[in-house]
């Protein structure tokens, strides 16, 4: 196991909704990274937060926005949800300045109704 | 934009038979990482290589990186079936595009 956990594993929702996935970082690590995985494709990146800011973001629309704490835990908002929406959400944590290698929790399974 | 393409998507062999996943760049990469993804699972970090030419080994895993730091393959001698699962490429700096992936299915 990475020490990396996210919460909840699985989550429905109905278009247009809101929601909230939760990430906690491996312990010592001060990068989080969200990606989204569609079925059968790779994870693709979404935005990587360090130190509390936005360190980069992949091509997703402004209703994805997140939130990195002092404790380097993390949280990823999805508004307007959209049926495209629905996938693996998986963060990945790391320690930038070292190896840089990513550790991925679990996932949060979303399914837009 | 950068873009990493496997192949092939899916392969299927006999137990005891070797697999080869091949990914491909349109830019040279800074690095390049290996990660396996069992069915229903997440992606797991399985190696990192960053020189030119360089070529890793785990075990029965022979991971290579092209000397043009655009192409990368992972080699897998004697398939088993804990074999089975999602290989992604992953290229890039601090921000790594994945490929698609190669499904291995392995037959006892």
């Known amino acids: 196991e990475t020490g990396v956990t996210q919460s909840p594993t699985h989550l429905i929702k109905t278009r247009g909704q809101q929601v909230t996935l939760r990430c906690s970082s491996q312990s010592g690590h001060n990068t989080v990274s969200w990606y989204q995985q569609a079925l059968g494709q790779g994870p693709q990146f979404i935005f990587q937060y360090y130190r509390e800011e936005e360190n980069g973001r992949g091509n997703f629309p402004p209703r994805f926005s997140g939130l990195q704490f002092p404790n380097y835990s993390s949280e990823l908002n999805v508004n307007a949800l959209e049926l495209d929406d629905s996938a693996l959400y998986l963060c990945?944590?790391?320690?930038?300045?070292?190896?840089?290698?990513?550790?991925f929790g679990p996932g949060t399974r979303l399914l837009v109704l | 934009g950068q873009q990493v393409m496997q192949i092939p998507q899916y392969q299927h062999v006999q137990e005891g038979e070797d697999f080869t996943t091949y990914c491909n760049s349109s830019t040279t990469l800074s690095n390049i990482q290996w990660y396996k993804q069992r069915p229903g699972g997440h992606p797991v970090f399985l190696i990192q290589?960053?020189?030119?030419?360089e070529v890793k080994k785990q075990k029965r895993l022979t991971f290579q990186f092209g000397e043009a730091k655009k192409n990368s393959s992972l080699h897998i001698t004697a398939t088993q079936t804990t074999d089975v699962g999602t290989y992604f490429c992953a290229g890039g700096s601090y921000i790594p595009t994945f490929g698609r992936g190669t499904s291995l299915i392995v037959h006892p």
């Open positions: 990945a944590s790391s320690l930038i300045g070292e190896e840089e290698t990513q550790y």
């Open positions: 290589l960053v020189k030119s030419g």
